[in-house]
């Protein structure tokens, strides 16, 4: 069910510690005149160290493990009704779990609604008094700062990595039709069984929903210290929108309305929704896209990856390759993804 892969630890709170000590002067283990009086040699580690037990004791209580029969993954408590927001992929086409609190208790839950394009589903326990996260404004991350992952990596509950924010607004495919969307990047290690679980920032708060590591295509490996989180603001709006309505109504995703497959040289078009985006602008079963915007589509992946940078209303050019060898170049006004029924 996991897809995620394993990745090394590459700052450990020795190494964020002696970063933070140098920022305020200890650099080479020397201090300037003006910062020894102010801050004592080695309190900036023992500080730091302290700022990450006390996330981890705020955190923790609202992170669960979700079990499958497809296998194991994580969730974070949404609010105080027993909703909690996890990745679709855990959900993985099941309808009940077995969801396990920090305390151990095992609860019975059931599926509220999902969405695919963003991978995110919620889940719902009764009768149990579990603590709702408190998710974070990421629209106001800054590349650099503290992230730390909590979830249940490998089945081993309530575990606990941290790195930094390594970039913003990444548009990054998972290889199964879903692209994440303005996803963050992260060095914060997602090992199986993060999926769904928290990332948080130095102040306790949720900034996204760890979902993918990514993997080196020259080695067939992990590319260390490059995972992806789902922003907290796409949390929120996706996970309150099932909650109210079963289903999304506003998805802020853009929309051609087609069914797709890879040839190896564009993305053959199996299927064109009547009336959708792609209709209204003539594309046709059998057509192949070669481009979007000037930029080739060599694969389903590619053509994701650039409409994800756009959104609902933007006017793309498609440049699509017909049946017999001709070629067309179309303008299309995007929709927005429907969210369901």
Sequence with gaps: MNRHIPLRLLLTVLALSGAAAALVGFASGRASTSTRAAVPSGNVGVLLQNAFVSVFRKVSPSVVQIQTPQGLGSGV????????????????????????????????????????????????????????????????????????????????????????????????????????????????????????GALVDIGGEVIGIPTLAAQDPQLGGAAAGIGFAIPSNTVRSIASQIVAYGHVVNSGRPYLGIEIGDTGNGVYVGKVNAGSPADKAGLRVGDVIVALDGKP????????TLLAAHKPGDVVTLKVRRQGGATATLRVRLGEFPGGS
């Design 297 to 304: 589509t060599v694969t389903s992946d590619d053509l994701g």
């Design 77 to 196: 408590v949404f609010d105080a009704k027993g909703d909690i927001v996890t990745n679709d992929h855990v959900v993985g086409g099941a309808t009940a779990f077995t969801v396990i609190t920090a305390s151990g208790d095992r609860l019975k839950g059931t599926l509220v609604g999902e969405f695919q394009p963003d991978d995110l589903a919620v889940i719902r326990v009764r009768g149990a008094k579990l603590r709702p996260a408190t998710f974070a404004d990421s629209s106001k991350l800054r590349v650099g700062d503290i992230a730390m992952a909590i979830g249940n990596p490998l089945g081993l509950a309530s575990s606990v990595t941290e790195g930094i924010v390594s970039a913003l607004q990444r548009q990054e495919p998972e290889g199964n039709g879903v692209v994440l969307q303005n996803a963050i990047q992260t060095s914060a290690p997602i090992n199986p069984g993060n999926s769904g």
